[in-house]
């Protein structure tokens, strides 16, 4: 049995509504509510190839293009000073069709390791603080600071941001407490981490891991009870940080490289 690209679109649809955000509301803009999202009646495929961004990015447009609340004006736009300089893009620019409020829309979705009191990403290059410091300075003020440059259509409206992050916490599997980091929603997804060389002192040798695709990440794992994974079984050596199911715990791993997060990987 394989997963259909039809099974994995509906689910990465279906994931939109029932995943607990990353993010809480931000003082420069509040997280949008997934509550107000609803799948399409006949979703398109989706294309898994694409970075995961990208492929998330696809997924809500296509919501947003069956929306009966919301009309999704822009997509990617991108924001021109003049033709040789561009100053940001938005990633939505949507109506809501009840109050004809404009809003831009910021989505994202990550997912951090805490190690000590620092946030990285599977690719350490990538990191909690960071991201939210890029929302609040640039990618939430984009609209308002440059909206002289938005196309005319637009500029003489009021418009509401916010921002729609999903993902995932990992603790280390050996921490005392759980990472709070500011502005993380304290209902957020939680899962634990732990290096390829301490696998021994936590599973039996004999231990299975289903190993998750990087596409469907962002997905809770109840969402992928009925979803064939590969097994993936030490000592086999990983270059990455993986992402795995552990049958019959409600929590994910990343299995992370024994020197993480002093590595190069990639996103």
Not at 28 to 40: I, V, W
Not at 43 to 57: A, I, R, V
Request: glycine share 2%.
């Amino acid at each position: 049995m394989t997963l259909s690209t039809k099974q994995a679109t509906e689910i990465i649809l279906e994931s939109f509504l029932t995943a607990p955000l990353l993010i809480s509301d931000l003082p420069e803009a509040p997280r949008f509510q997934p509550s107000e999202l609803s799948p399409p009646d006949n979703p398109t495929p989706l294309k898994f190839s694409q970075k995961l961004g990208h492929l998330y990015e696809e997924a809500l447009a296509q919501i947003f293009a069956s929306s009966k609340n919301f009309d999704l004006l822009e997509r990617n736009l991108q924001i021109q000073k003049d033709i040789h300089t561009t100053v940001g893009e938005l990633d939505f620019l949507l109506r809501n069709l009840e109050t004809h409020q404009l809003i831009h829309l910021e989505l994202a979705t990550k997912f951090y390791l805490a190690v000590g009191d620092d946030l990285p990403g599977p690719d350490a290059r990538d990191n909690y603080f960071k991201k939210i410091s890029h929302l609040q300075q640039n990618q939430l003020r984009i609209s308002q600071r440059f909206k002289d440059y938005l196309p005319t259509c637009y500029r003489n409206e009021k418009i509401k941001t916010a921002q729609l992050v999903y993902g995932c916490l990992f603790d280390h599997i050996e921490a005392p407490k759980p990472s709070h980091p500011e502005f993380s929603n304290p209902k957020c997804r939680r899962g634990k981490w732990l290096h390829l060389s301490d696998l021994p002192r936590h599973f039996p040798a004999d231990q299975e891991f289903l190993i998750i695709p990087k596409f469907l990440w962002p997905v809770p794992l109840n969402l992928l009870n009925e979803v064939p994974l590969e097994l993936w079984k030490p000592p086999q050596a990983l270059d990455r940080c993986t992402m795995v199911r552990v049958p019959r715990d409600p929590s994910p791993y990343f299995i992370a490289p024994t020197n993480y997060p002093h590595y190069e990987g990639t996103l």
